[in-house]
């Protein structure tokens, strides 16, 4: 392996994996790949087997375009620029913040996932979509995956609602925050590392039920929980959602009911999935109107689910030998 790396033109000093990267970074692997595979911020070499290989200047640029994004800038923007414009930048410390190095701790108030979602909601009624997509960037890059999703994406979805029904919130708001946020989630779901292990689960919604981000939020957290997560996007008839289940052997198919709540096709949708669907293909339900539709989640004995974390202790429960 290393006589091949060597005639790469690498020292093994320079040669580092994604996870070492990820490490020295404080950046998550999927966040690494996104920003080289969407924005050319960085290219790694490849091993003969297409393992991306990182140097120390690829640390060192990853580094410096993380500082530059915690202090409020574009990394569609940064990744054009050499190193020493991307330093310039950093030394005029905009935004009113300190920029860190690369593997300080970043300062509370950045870090804050309440932070992140009153200044989402500042961006939202400014209608700048750029500075929404900055703000969950960065909050991506400084938060856990956990305290992303529960911290920041499901509180900043809940506050539309708050929003909305106090009157404060328009559609135009609501459409724009919506397409933000399902943007970056499916993002996260296209450069999550999935272990060739990993058990296929299906996301989706049955036909009429149009709303999609509780479906997404559970696929991307069930992705980060290490499944080979697949979001079918929304309003799927039941024959395509068993199809998609078996075509991928799938061992878990996910439902999102969010509105209506008392829709007569509904329930015959999930009474068809569960009829076509094998045995073996366990069903979660989520979402707000789960509740009004489980006399026939009971009947089809679908597994109803709260909230998130909720979920996560289902999949591992799910995934431990002795539960299977
Ligand atoms: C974004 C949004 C929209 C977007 C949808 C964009 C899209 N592509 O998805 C747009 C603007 C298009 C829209 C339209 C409408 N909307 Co709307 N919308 C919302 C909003 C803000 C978020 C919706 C959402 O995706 N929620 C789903 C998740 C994120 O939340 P949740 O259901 O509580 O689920 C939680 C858990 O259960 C879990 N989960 C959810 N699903 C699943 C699935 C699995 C498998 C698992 C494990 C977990 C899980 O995740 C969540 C986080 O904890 C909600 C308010 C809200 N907070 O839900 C209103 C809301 C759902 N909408 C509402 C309404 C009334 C409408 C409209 C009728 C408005 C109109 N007059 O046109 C239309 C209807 C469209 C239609 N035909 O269905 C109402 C529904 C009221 C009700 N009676 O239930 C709500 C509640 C707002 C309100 N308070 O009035 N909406």
Redesign the pocket.
Known sequence: MLTILYSYGMKPKEIHPIRYVARQTGLTPHVIRAWERRYKAIVPRRSPTNRRLYSEANIERLGLLKNAVMVGHSIGQLAGLTNDEIRKILGRGEGGFEAPSPTSPPTSRTASPLFFVEASVSALFDLDSGALERLLTRAEITLSKLSLIDQVI?PL??K??DL??SGSLK?VH??M??SVI?TFLGDILRFCEIPPTASPII?TTPVG???????L??AV?AALEGWRSIYLG?NLPAEEITNAAEQTQATVV????????DDPRVVRELKAVRRYLSERVVL???????EAYSEALEAIGAIH????PS?RRRLESLRSPERV
Do not use: C, K
């Open positions: 499901v979805v809940q539309l609602d909305w029904s559609i609501e459409h925050a919506s399902r996301m039920q149009l709303h999609e981000l509780g479906a939020i559970a957290a929304p996910g439902l999102s009911l969010v509105y209506p709540p979660i339900v989520g979402g707000r109107a789960a689910v709260q909230d998130i979920f």
